[in-house]
């Protein structure tokens, strides 16, 4: 059976219009789905979203983030548990250090007291993601989390904040801590929102920025590798960076960067033997994942 090939929408719609199909253009709905609120879209952004914050499908995905292993990495904090908890009147992060988790079968309660336990140990980087500011993504967290302790030491230093995260992810977090700064206090209390001294090793004093896939782990996994050997993971290329760690698949951007300010690029298996441990095999790291 042969594939048809559309080379362009305009093409897509002469073809439908031979068969006899209307060709329907998708519009974003103007409300929530969920609770009818109003979506709005902030200047300096694309994508559209929910401001009510009681929405149920906001609270849920908020959460579900926040317990994420990109966040806080509470294991075994899926969707299921996450209906759970907002079943059992969980509806904003710090309720999760909170509940009272007898509700839960036994092991899923023994999992998830370890799991949020060790939560309140996590970096500081990790706390900051799990709020969830717009724009404000996980290697922006950390190069924050390597420059400040604390939101509080970073706004003490608004210029350097705004110049490391951009113009319109600065107006971002400084909205959400407006809004949110009760729940930030409490999670401080709860958690504590401060870092704390990085870790020294082999990579100290050295930074690098990843591109394309990787074979020994997800991106989280191998940045979690350099973090504890002392080194700093960037999102970007600039002047500053040491080394440029190039996976399969590739695109040429960061690349192309590194060529012009001269940055080596290396393999997975030249950082693993700068860290001073075997690469692991992708089957092992595939069984981490599971």
């Known amino acids: 059976m042969s594939t048809l090939q559309i080379s362009s929408i305009e093409e897509q ?7 006899g199909f209307v060709p329907v253009v998708w519009q974003l709905p103007a409300t929530c789905p969920c609770c ?62 909170r509940v009272d988790p007898s509700f839960m079968k036994s092991a899923t309660r023994k999992r998830f007291e370890a799991g949020r336990n060790a939560a309140k140990g996590q970096p500081f980087w990790r706390k900051l993601h799990a709020l969830g500011i717009e724009g404000f993504g996980q290697m922006l967290c950390q190069e ?14 608004p210029d350097a904040l705004r110049d490391l995260v951009g113009e319109v992810v600065f107006l971002s977090i400084v909205n ?13 209390s709860l958690i504590g929102m401060t870092g704390t001294e990085q870790a ?23 940045s979690r590798r350099i973090e504890e050997a002392g080194g700093v993971v960037k999102s970007s290329v600039s002047r500053h960076l040491n080394y440029l760690i190039q996976g399969t698949e590739t695109g040429k951007t960061k690349r192309a960067a590194a060529e012009k300010y001269g940055i080596p690029v290396i393999t997975e298996q030249q950082l693993f033997k700068m860290i001073g441990q075997e690469m692991p095999s992708p089957k092992d790291a595939e069984d981490r994942a599971y």
Request: proline share 3%.
């Open 13 to 19: 719609d002469r073809i439908a219009s031979q068969h």
């Open 36 to 97: 009818g609120t109003k979506l709005v879209c902030p200047e300096g952004f694309v994508d559209s979203y929910c401001p009510n914050d009681d929405c149920k499908d906001q609270v849920f995905a908020t959460l579900l983030h926040a317990c994420g292993n990109a966040a806080l990495d509470i294991d075994g904090t899926g969707e299921t548990l996450v209906r759970e908890l907002m079943a059992n009147g969980v509806s904003r992060l710090s309720d999760i250090f």
């Open 144 to 157: 924050v989390a390597q420059k400040w302790t604390s939101l509080s030491s970073a706004f003490d230093e």
């Open 176 to 188: 959400y801590c407006g809004k949110y700064a009760e729940l930030i206090d409490d999670l401080d």
């Open 200 to 222: 020294v090793g082999p990579l100290t004093g050295k930074s690098f920025c990843i591109t394309g896939d990787l074979l020994a782990g997800s991106r989280n996994e191998v």
